[in-house]
């Protein structure tokens, strides 16, 4: 892989990383560094009414627990943040902890936008209008992963126009990631899968974005090789700890890759059939990968070789779109292999509806940064026709 002679990159790292089985036993430590005296942890009501997460996190925080919000839902609505927000006000918050998925996460972040700069959430729309620190905030992953605990951006859904929005600023990093193996053990086995394969979307989009570079190549590719190897791991074994900590280390590698380089054209895809069809955010990206790795592989010099050979190919010999073809061959084999499908009609997208996807994703923020630039819809829509 190689880089232009004017390559000029910034790269951020924000949140500490604090990881390892049982480590999220200490989270009163944490919340001591940080000077946080109410701690209100951001959940849903499935993680706080049938699992002891919320009730190990309280072990550790004592009387700092001064609430717990159970009320995210996936894909987060704007009233859902705002709602949060106002609990957490009422209780007088000085430091939140999300506990969950990437909704509880990006929900989490969001809270501390509106607690820290008032009003409700969509009035702090876009990149980077923020301009000071938000309310401190740890976040602590139930899945792995959609990589929110290390990225800058947090993704919530506008039921008004029926479309998924973002608000970005390095102010959104969360203070700590905490990384804890064992949060992760009662996983279900497509939720394993589906979350594991939006990392792998993640990895792999960051590594042909237009914002390519060094640092975050480097992430990119130990998660894509992490997930290859530990995804089947965690699925034949629930509770290896082992495997479980590769895959959070995989998706906040992925995430920390896409949130200097960013993604593109399949998320892009993902978020539109996500808020259009409600279909969870890592099926659909797992999908999708396969088909948009074909329609790109004239454009991604040799970038997918590394991705074959993590996959168990052999491209030696083989010209740069040849090789990117295998890739995405062993890709639409591993989605397979984890369970998952790579046909939308299976997930229940309806065929008549792909005219307005290909419409949605061409306004979605993350398409410009598609490694090629993709403006006709009726291309999205032919990309989407192969993936039905
Ligand atoms: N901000 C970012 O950088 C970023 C990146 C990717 C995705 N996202 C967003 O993340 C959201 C998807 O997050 P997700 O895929 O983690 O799913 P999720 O957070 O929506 O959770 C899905 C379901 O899984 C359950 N769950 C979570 N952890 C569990 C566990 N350990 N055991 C059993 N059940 C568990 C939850 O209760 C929920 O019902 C989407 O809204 C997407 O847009 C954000
Ligand atoms: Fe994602």
Same mark, same amino acid.
């Given at each position: 892989m190689s880089y232009d002679a004017d390559l000029s990159f910034v790269f951020a790292h924000t949140p500490k990383v604090v990881f390892g089985a049982r480590a999220a036993d200490s989270v009163g430590d944490l919340v001591t560094e940080l000077g946080g005296q109410r701690t209100v942890i951001v959940t849903d009501a499935f993680l706080a009414g049938q699992t002891d997460l919320v009730k190990r996190l309280g072990k550790s925080l004592g009387d700092r627990l001064a609430g717990v919000f159970s009320g995210v839902i996936p894909d987060p609505t704007a009233p859902s943040v705002d709602e949060g927000a106002a609990f957490a006000r009422e209780r007088g918050a000085d430091l939140l902890i999300s506990l969950g998925g990437g909704s509880a996460i990006d929900t989490g972040k969001a809270m501390a936008v509106v607690l820290t700069e008032g009003g409700k959430i969509l009035e702090h729309e876009g990149y980077h209008a923020l301009t000071r620190r938000l309310t401190p905030h740890i976040a602590v992953p139930t899945t792995a992963g959609t990589g929110s605990e290390m990225t800058l951006v947090t993704v919530i859904t506008d039921p008004a126009r029926g479309q998924k929005t973002f608000v970005g600023s390095h102010f959104l990093h969360p203070d700590v990631a905490l990384l804890d193996p064992t949060f992760t053990t009662g996983m279900p086995a497509r939720l394993t899968a589906a979350t594991g394969m939006d990392a792998m979307s993640h990895a792999v989009e960051a590594l042909i974005s237009t914002l390519r570079q060094p640092l975050s190549d480097a992430a990119a590719l130990q998660a894509i090789e992490l997930i290859a190897t530990h995804l089947p791991r965690a699925l034949a074994q629930p509770d290896d700890l082992h495997a479980r900590g590769q895959m959070l280390l995989a998706a906040c590698l992925a995430g920390t890759a896409f949130s200097n380089a960013m993604v593109s054209? +399949?998320?892009?895809?993902?978020?539109?059939?996500?808020?259009?069809?409600?279909?969870?955010?890592?099926?659909? +990206?797992?999908?999708?990968?396969?088909?948009?790795?074909?329609?790109?592989?004239?454009?991604?010099?040799?970038?997918?070789?590394?991705?074959?050979?993590?996959l168990g190919g052999a491209t030696r010999g083989l010209g740069d779109e040849a090789a990117a073809r295998q890739a995405a061959d062993l890709m639409q084999a591993f989605v397979h292999r984890v369970g998952l499908t790579t046909r939308l009609g299976e997930l229940g997208v309806p065929a008549e509806s792909l005219p307005q996807v290909a419409e949605l994703s061409l306004s979605d923020g993350s398409i410009i940064y598609s490694p090629r630039p993709v403006m006709d819809p009726a291309e999205i829509e032919a990309l989407l026709r192969q993936a039905h």
């Open positions: 054209l +399949n998320h892009a895809m993902a978020h539109s059939l996500g808020a259009l069809h409600h279909v969870h955010h890592g099926t659909l +990206n797992a999908a999708l990968l396969p088909h948009t790795m074909r329609f790109f592989a004239a454009d991604v010099g040799d970038r997918f070789t590394r991705v074959a050979s993590a």
